[in-house]
Every structure is written in C-alpha cells, then in structure tokens.
C-alpha cells in the first residue's frame, strides 16, 4: 500500500509539472510521509478522537493534527501539536516541496471522508 502512495504522488507531481528529479528532495518527501504515518500512529494511540466511544483511538485529519481545528466529537484542540510546523495544513491540505498532501479517512457506508469540506468521495 506504501509503494502504491509513494507511486501516486510522484505521478501526481510530474503530471503537475512539480516534480524535482533531485534525489534528495525525494527523500525530504519520503521522511515527511513516514513522519505523517508515525504522528497519526501516535495521536491514534493516544485516543485524541474516540467517536464510537469505544476506548479506541481513530486517525485524524491533518488540521486535527496541527491543532488549527477542534477534534471530532469535542470541542477542544490538540494540547500540543502532533505535527512539525512545515506540516501545517491549509484548509486539511499541506504543500510541501511541491507536493500536496492530504488524508482521507472511512467514513460510514464505506464511503471515504476528506478533511477539506468534509465531502463524501464514493468508491466505485
């Protein structure tokens, strides 16, 4: 599933005209993506959003990550942000080295939930 992320955004990127050939700019955005997975391991782990009430963690958004917005089902922020600041979203969306970051997550129905206008994406 990684490879298939990895493979997706260098698509995307060159698609876009934002692709950097620079080997090093390739691994800035590989350590961004394993420092996005390892915080949201962490605010999951740390039961941040609990909307079954079932003692169990769920994923968040990047902006409740950040704390630039309150967590679903409270209504409060994120004491301390989960993200370095060059992660910081705009509106659920974080640019960085000309790539466009953002995370979706299951909705109910098994519809896919996305952060920037907290639209439904059906899977055909």
Request: some cysteine; hydrophobic content about 45%.
């Amino acid at each position: 599933m990684r490879i298939r992320l990895l493979v997706l955004v260098a698509v995307l990127s060159v698609a876009f005209g934002c692709y950097d050939a620079d080997e090093h700019s390739a691994r800035r955005v590989v350590t961004a993506l394993r420092l996005v997975r390892a915080q949201t391991e962490a605010f999951r782990a740390a039961v941040e959003v609990d909307q079954e009430g079932d003692g169990v963690g769920e994923f968040g958004f990047f902006g409740e990550l950040a704390g630039v917005v309150e967590l679903r089902g409270r209504s409060r922020k994120v004491r301390s942000s989960y993200l370095v600041r060059s992660l910081t979203p705009t509106d659920g969306i974080v640019h960085r080295l000309g790539y466009v970051y953002t995370i979706y997550l299951p909705g109910d129905g098994g519809a896919v939930l996305s952060e920037a206008g907290a639209e439904s994406i059906p899977l055909a």
